[in-house]
């Protein structure tokens, strides 16, 4: 059973919203999005949909990994991760503080897109994310070449550690902190009023 962790309302878009995700009701959805040609960086292009809900099932099963559906005025839009960076993708590659939180994103692909959409979407993320009193500093590792997102990060408020090594990828590490996520966006709605799901620890 899913579960709406956080709403949020954009002035210009109307209503954002993150539900916990079911790794094999929603596989079929997510299949499309992330073997879309538009989400190459996720790293999923020649998945089948069983190997979308394997994946989900595993973040599922995680402790300090998790995923959420995103909805735009109730249907769906977006996927969101959760992950503690010290215990997953970033072990060992940079100095984690306590209060960290990792992050990913994915819109879903469109043919009609909506000017300002996915910086509603990643406002609305962060926001859930720093309505959580714990967290402190949000994480993000996306690869080097993707210049969209990095223009993205800069402008909710993210500041660029630099480029790291990883496995799968050059990743280009950013940190943003709860100040600099409100400075940047005017965000009002980033303390603890909002409902969520805590990061199992």
């Not at 949909?49 to 099932?57: P, S, T």
């Not at 503080?97 to 990643?122: E, N, Q, S, W």
């Not at 969209?148 to 496995?167: Q, R």
């Amino acid at each position: 059973m899913t579960e709406v962790v956080h709403r949020r309302v954009d002035d210009r878009l109307g209503e954002f919203a993150l539900r916990t995700l079911d790794p094999d009701a929603d596989a079929a959805l997510l299949h499309r999005w992330v073997t879309h040609p538009k989400a190459a960086f996720w790293l999923m292009q020649d998945a089948d949909v069983a190997r979308v809900a394997q994946e989900y099932r595993r973040i599922a099963a995680h402790p300090h990994h998790d995923a959420f559906l995103g909805l735009h005025e109730g249907r769906p839009a977006f996927l969101a991760e959760r992950y503690d960076p010290a215990r997953v993708e970033l072990v060992g590659l940079y100095d984690a503080v306590d209060g960290d939180v990792g992050m990913h994103f994915l819109c879903a692909p469109t043919d009609a897109p909506v000017h300002g959409f996915t910086r509603a979407v990643i406002t609305t993320v962060l926001a859930w994310l720093f309505a959580d009193p714990a967290t402190r500093r949000v994480v993000v590792e996306p690869d080097v070449r993707n210049t969209a997102v990095h223009a993205l990060n800069a402008a909710v408020g993210f500041t660029v550690v630099g480029p790291i090594a990883k496995p799968e990828k050059d990743a280009l590490l950013s940190v943003c902190t709860r100040a600099q996520f409100e400075a940047a966006t005017g965000a009002t709605d980033t303390h603890p009023a909002a409902t969520r799901g805590d990061l199992r620890t």
